[in-house]
């Protein structure tokens, strides 16, 4: 489409266009002076675009009001050009104004993506990133913006939590250390690496997310690691009214599945069969001493005297107590976010303000958060730009799980006595009944609970215009966070161990980090050659203070009256901790295109933190990667079925030293009153002091360097698209804080530099929409992403080193040592279950005093093929490391209706289902047990799946062994929605959409745990893959309803 | 242009300028390492060493898993039930009945407490020697004489154990190539040779305590004429005395009295006590003081040992052919507050130390009145009807006592890791061993046995049967074995539930231990149904513990299984 140029002529124009033009055609005869304004769609200037003479060598750019002045002959045409946008051609003629609207190309090629420190053409970038579209994302009922990662974008691994206001575990290509494997997050001019920044953003206010991948992450150099997730929150439109836009849901959300298990009549005569099999006549204080087990009326009081209070406690047992169906509920889910975009001549605004209330599935747990944002730009004078963003949140989590406690809670026990009070065990007239505190009372008691945050998040910025193409910016961002958290221990004189005192917790803490970066940058086209420089000075600080006060013994329990004050006991501060640390870095960045299709880019940068002593303080990442778009050569400029074809390799080197202490280097001590006090006189207390923890003055930088090769694939106007990346990612001298041995000091370990990991993968992504011209339209998109992850040497002295994963109360589940993935199950091997004494007897020995003793038990395979089956004969057990993640988007829309169903899932990982050891073997006797046991060896059911029930656990059943470890992979329907568009012009309402939306509608997995997506790390990647008993997930019923006008 | 030149310029100048102080941060809050190379410094450290006496260690799982009390080694011996539910620490049961397997979480913590122990001490030592110009040989002294006592209770854990040094802070894997006995002897002889025989501070070692504590090592590695010497050092020339009441040693009365050689100075400071007793499983269940948990029940074949003839002498071998009668089964004294159900109690001769020792039915609680039974007791199915009172809340000095967390007790009554009766006794124990001079062994017996004669009983409730309380010295010792007999039946009645039980029995050797375990099991199966076929039988593997599996895992396999029990 051509603009009329008439269109853009007025009268009072014309006086100075003709003596302009008088004056050009005297001074040069046949040529003009052509000026004018480039705009873009929305009719923003659009700076830097190309303005050339077609065939001659005479050529201009606009500059950054989007004006450009150029020499012509009336004869001539004028090119206008910019990468992603539709190049156009414009006669001179007479005019000496000519304005141009630019549209942009094609959809994709329209992209510019943020990059450190400034934005690129999506054509021209030569790393390896994933966008994700943040419409599809953002469009389903998330909390946290990491949840929107999920499944969209290659190379990526989120694992996201049940539990309201927790933070997914975002992986990004692997595991690439032993460490801390969090990405850094850029949000806006903000650098941030704590994860949990993502739950105090609204979702809403974000404009764009993007992943840099491989080395072009290196310009953030000491932090880059694990690579950048760089997120730009939405601004507005200069020169257009005030948009506003209300979106809102509501919904509700329930438990997708929940385990079975045993009803309190199957679970007496799993009891009797256990005394049976272990040679003891069967009696128990519930269900009686006869040849069947007797499902008691009462539990506890005597039924034939009046309720008392204190020594009579009626309660009823009920049949079937489920605890698991208790602690559930039906959660309801809001949201309503309000926004005001626009902007004038000089200045783009956004303003918005959100409010999430999500209740959660178990009882007495949700979250809830308001958050606002404002973020405005303006051009103060031709040459000077400032902004700022800036997001105030608030939220409220109250956290709580008992899906172990529901497990090992009795199903005798009913929910309350009757008297209406918690009904539980009781001390000393309850037996047979566990010690635990039935999950609805504990569920109860931290109602009042609460974890108050409230962040400030933004940054303000000038760019100073100093030279034409030279732009100097500076950039000063801030994340302050308060929280306070507060935690009560209530009495529980229902409990066989029951709280006397009443106890409460208050942790308040001040996180404070600033980032200060001052950047020069210049870009210049010399004909065929662009370049592109950037250089840079950073200072970012980090600050924490923290104080956790415990006090017991409060009168009353009233949530109103539990203050730190009113407790009667001496407080106890319980952790105080004040923690800084500062990261100084230069860096440099280049970029270099030919001809707009070989490409060059070369980063450098020098870090030095405080965390490391000086000597080893400071490291120099450098990064380069080099472009070559086919698709622009002549040989396939004329393959129509072509639209973009370009190569791709990077490699570079990237730093990591995330360590959550700010000082590693040296040995920490502290007095304890907990742990180094004494009453070495008796009668007083003395002080005392004591190593905290150890340091390591030769700590330096962990490194790996990654290269990258892929390409881009569009065809057919890029209706279709595919990436690929290959990728080899190797990681050396990584910080380590490994277990110290069980014989050193009670210290914290020091960090280590050792070792060397590998990840190599690739990351696939195709899509494909059909013609745009059809009414019925759809898209598809699919990525899937693999690694390989190695720990390719630990310790180069002794090749057997390997390092342990957290202890649980049953011993080490995971182990990682060399040649095998990072966190594999390590135990015994199940190969069968002893069907006889001579089977038992033939077999290597497993600590049987009698063969007869074996019978019925799990025969462990002898590995090391010694005849002796001890703690040498385990072994590799799986890996909770997923032979590929994907995720599949499809959008189908026809005239106003449009449907998105995506689906996500892992596949080839196993997860290490701990609660076993509880509902399967019965680690707490009395309490409740998963339906499997239904299914243990007896005489008469020999192909069992589980070894023979028993009073206790013998032959090491609930140390780690391959019973536990399961299969994870899983697909899930993670989200489907249905929405209408429609318009109410008479109201002045330009658009609304109606829809109706479910998450995790189903999941096909062969996993027997609560949620296959069980990835909690506990803090150390270390023990990764292990389920403790996680908050399952929630399937989510929602309607929403967005308006703008 | 200039000033936008400027600007740029200046703004690189100043972030360019970055000082020294931005770029490196220092510690807050914490003790430099400098500043603790004094003797100030190496003061703090040492009462640091002193606070991992109860072995609670930073990071440990659970408080009761590492005991400074050796509470759960009773519980593997024949004097304690595990008590409280089954179900309840199903792996402190599986300690009981001698089916526990390496992973053991007990073991684990107990071994980190210890660990830890040896290494705050190996610090104090380390910080001493950067220290100069002043005398901190009596520091050190201390220092080596906490670092031996927890060498010496790892190894007669386990046996073979590493020995960790003071300058092997920053590698401390190292492997378990055997018992410390050389290390254990040197540092008390250190000890003992640098440090005054009286402290002002009661808690602090001594160098008579030092001596003690050196005979009793000695008495482990089977070195009777060493043992015999230093031991009767310290009954002729220390300053200990048996305490004119024999329950004052397990409260407020005897704390950092005469009979106390070395104890742990617990003390129930307000607020979380700290300092009280961080493990302590044995209150009642319920009870006077409502407390938690229950567990630690003594068991009926313990009861029985306190049973003596009509000369007032123990049952050597006899003691279990029949029980004491016991109130197994029965509802507790006016359980439903109107009938009180009839129950009389053993009129038998009994030793007046078992109502000192044993809570049972219709006798005085630490002065909180009648025994009521089954009331008072967690699971009496599971655990028997006998509770603990030594070490125990009395109503006469509960107040000065009590510290609470939560559910859990933390009292503040000192655990007596040596009392002088325990001196008389291993020297006794000596002297029949080197020289069989059983009239000195006979003399220190008797002063032990004379002691509990003339202590105030434990007042009769009205309208109770009184109990026939009859102790006698013994008249002599007709030879060495029976002296012998006499000697390790006495350790038993008079150090009941103090924590040496299971350890004696395992250094009268492997056939007495197994012996006695299985006896017990099979007897006991009187009073606690079906007993027998929910313990394994004790093994001679059992006399020492596995080395714990995280240990050998976290260790890079630089250390082994103990061979027994691989």
Known sequence: ?1045 | MKKKIVFGLSLLFLTLSCSKDFREVTPKGVISESSLATEEGVNLLLIGAYSMLDQMRTGINNDYYSTGDKFWFDIMSDDVHKGADNGDLAELFQLSNHNYQTNNPFIFDEWKGLYAGVNRANIVIAQAALVEGADLAPQIAEARFLRAHFNFNLTRAWRDVPLIDYTDLNDPNKPNDGPLWASIEEDFQFAIDNLPPTQAESGRANQWSAKAYLGKVYLYEHKYTEAAAILQDVINNGPYSLLPEYNDNFGEAGEAGPESVFAIQFQNDGGQSFNGNRSFLKPLAGGPLNTCCGFYQPTQDLANSFKTDESGLPLLDTYNQTDIKNDQGLPSFEADGVTPIPFVIYDGPVDPRLDFTVGRRDIDWNGFGRFPGAAWIRVQANGGPYVSKKFQYRAWDYDANRGQFGQFERPGIHYQIIRYADVLLMAAEAVIESESNLSVALDYVNRVRLRAKNSTYVPTIPGVNPTNYQIEPYPYFPNAEYARKAVRFERRLELATEGHRWFDLSRYGADYYVNTINTFFRNEARTIRGLENLTSPALPKHVILPIPLSAIDLSNNVLHQNTEWQ
Not at chain 1, 109 to 136: C, D, H, R
Not at chain 1, 216 to 233: C, E, L, P, W
Not at chain 1, 612 to 639: C, Q, R, Y
Not at chain 1, 751 to 778: H, Q, R
């Open chain 1, 1 to 1045: 489409m051509r603009p009329s140029i008439y269109h853009y002529l007025k009268w009072r124009q014309i006086v100075p266009v003709i003596f302009l033009t008088l004056s050009h055609l005297m001074s040069f005869a046949q040529t003009q002076r052509v000026s004018g304004l480039v705009t873009g769609e929305t009719d923003e200037p659009l700076v830097g675009i190309s303005v050339r003479i077609k065939g001659g060598t005479v050529a201009a750019s606009t500059d950054a009001k989007g004006t450009y002045t150029i020499t012509a002959a009336p004869t001539d045409i004028l090119l206008f050009s910019y990468i992603g946008y539709a190049t156009q051609e414009i006669p001179v003629g007479s005019q000496s104004t000519l304005n141009v609207k630019l549209l942009p190309d094609m959809q994709t090629l329209e992209e510019t993506i943020v990059i450190g420190y400034t934005t690129q053409s999506k054509k021209l970038t030569t790393g390896a990133m994933s966008q994700v579209n943040t419409k599809e994302a953002l469009a389903t009922p998330i909390s946290n913006a990491g949840d929107a990662l999920q499944g969209r974008a290659s190379g990526v691994n989120v694992v996201t939590g049940g539990q309201p206001g927790s933070t997914p575990v975002i992986r990004i290509r692997g595991f690439g250390s032993t460490n801390d494997n969090g990405p850094l997050y850029i949000i806006d001019g903000m650098q941030i690496t704590d994860g949990s920044v993502l739950a105090q953003i609204n979702p809403n206010d974000i404009a764009s997310m993007n992943v840099l991948k491989d080395a072009s992450a290196a310009i953030y150099g000491a932090r880059a690691a694990n690579g950048v997730i760089i997120i730009t929150t939405k601004t507005g439109i200069p020169n257009s009214k005030p948009t506003v836009s209300l979106n809102s849901y509501y919904g509700f959300q329930q438990v997708a599945s929940k385990p079975e298990l045993l009803n309190s009549e199957q679970l007496g005569e799993v009891f009797w069969q256990s005394y049976r099999n272990d040679g003891i006549t069967p009696s128990h204080p519930q269900y009686g001493n006869g040849e069947f087990p007797v499902v008691p009326e009462y539990i506890r009081g005597n039924p034939s005297l009046p309720y008392d209070p204190v020594t009579n406690r009626l309660t009823r047992a009920r049949t079937g107590n489920n605890w698991l169906d208790e602690i559930f509920h039906t959660g309801i889910l809001q949201n309503y976010d309000l926004s005001i975009q626009g902007g004038g001549e000089k200045s783009r605004y956004l303003v918005s303000g959100g409010y999430q209330n999500r209740e959660g599935i178990q009882l007495f747990t949700g979250f809830k958060r308001y958050s606002t944002r404002l973020n405005v730009e303006t051009s103060a004078t031709d040459h000077i730009r400032f902004g700022e963003h800036l997001s105030v949140s608030y939220s409220d989590v109250l956290a709580q799980n008992q899906v172990q406690g529901a497990i090992g809670s009795s199903p005798l026990i009913p929910n309350y006595d009757e008297g209406g009070n918690f009904a539980g065990a009781g001390p000393s007239t309850g037996a047979g009944l566990n010690n635990l505190i039935t999950p609805l009372a504990q569920l109860s008691r931290g109602q009042d609970n609460f974890n108050r945050s409230w962040r400030i998040l933004g940054d303000a910025y000038v760019e100073v215009d100093i030279l034409k193409d030279l732009i100097a910016k500076s950039s000063f961002g801030i994340s302050f966070t308060n929280n306070f958290a507060h935690t009560v221990v209530r009495q529980s004189p229902e409990s066989p161990e029951p709280v006397r005192t009443t106890a409460l917790n208050e942790i308040q803490s001040n996180t404070t980090s600033w980032v200060w970066s001052n950047t020069l940058r210049y870009n210049k086209t010399f004909g065929d050659h662009s370049i592109s420089l950037l250089g840079g000075v950073e200072a970012v600080r980090e600050n924490l203070r923290l104080s956790n006060v415990r006090i017991e013994n409060f009168l009353l329990e009233d949530a109103d009256y539990l203050i730190l004050g009113t407790g009667a006991n001496a407080p106890n501060i319980a952790d105080s901790r004040w923690q800084e640390n500062t990261l100084y870095s230069l860096f440099f960045n280049g970029e270099y295109a030919y001809k707009s299709r070989y490409l060059a880019s070369f980063s450098i940068r020098r870090d030095e933190s405080s965390r490391f002593a000086p000597g080893n303080n400071s490291g120099v990442f450098p990064s380069g990667s080099l472009g070559w778009i086919l698709s622009e050569e002549d040989f396939l400029k004329n393959t129509p079925a072509i639209s973009l074809l370009k190569l791709r390799a990077s490699y570079g080197q990237l730093g990591n030293q995330s360590i959550p202490v700010p000082n590693p280097y040296t040995n920490i001590y502290e007095v304890n009153q907990e742990f180094s006090f004494y009453s070495i006189q008796n009668g007083t207390i003395s002080t005392g002091s004591m190593l905290s923890a150890l340091g390591n003055p030769n700590l330096h930088w962990e490194r790996s360097q990654q290269l990258d090769i892929g390409f881009d694939l569009g065809l057919w106007n890029n209706r279709a698209n595919l990436s690929v990346d290959l990728y080899n990612k190797e990681t050396k001298d990584m910080i380590i804080a490994s277990p110290l041995p069980s014989t050193a000091i009670d210290a914290d370990a020091p960090y280590i530099n050792t070792g060397k990991v590998s990840n190599k993968g690739i990351d696939v992504s195709l899509g494909y929409s059909n013609a745009p011209e059809t009414v019925f339209k759809w898209d598809v998109s699919l990525n899937i992403s693999a690694y390989k992850n190695r720990l390719e040497s630990l310790n180069d002295n002794n090749p057997l080193a390997f390092l342990s994963g957290a202890n649980f109360y049953n011993g080490i589940i995971t182990r990682s040592s060399n040649g095998q993935p990072l966190s594999y199950y390590y135990g015994r091997d199940i190969i069968g279950i002893f069907q006889t004494s001579e089977e038992v007897a033939a077999a290597p020995s497993q600590g049987f005093v009698n063969p007869a003793d074996g019978v019925g038990r799990f025969r462990y395979r002898d590995v090391d093929g010694n005849g002796v089956i001890n703690d040498l004969d385990r072994t590799n057990l799986g890996n909770p490391h997923p032979d590929f993640v994907y995720g599949l988007n499809a959008n189908l829309a026809y005239k106003s209706f449009h449907l998105t169903l995506f689906f996500q899932g892992s596949q080839g990982n196993e997860i290490y289902n701990f609660p076993k050891v509880y509902s399967d073997f019965g680690a707490f006797f009395n309490g409740d047990r998963s339906v499997r046991v239904l299914d243990a060896w007896t005489e008469t059911n020999r192909d069992a799946t589980l070894s023979k029930v028993g009073v206790s656990v013998k032959n090491n059943e609930s140390a780690p062994n391959s019973y536990y470890v399961e299969n994870g992979s899983y697909l899930r329907l993670k989200n489907l929605q249905l929405a209408y568009d429609f318009a109410l012009p008479s109201l002045g309402v330009k658009n609304i959409q109606a829809y109706i939306q479910g998450t995790n509608l189903f999941t096909i997995t062969k996993y027997e745990g609560m949620d296959p997506e069980a990835g909690a790390t506990n803090g150390s990647d270390l023990t990764f893959g292990v389920d403790s008993g996680i908050f399952p997930l929630a399937r989510t019923y929602t309607l929403g309803l967005n308006f703008s006008f």
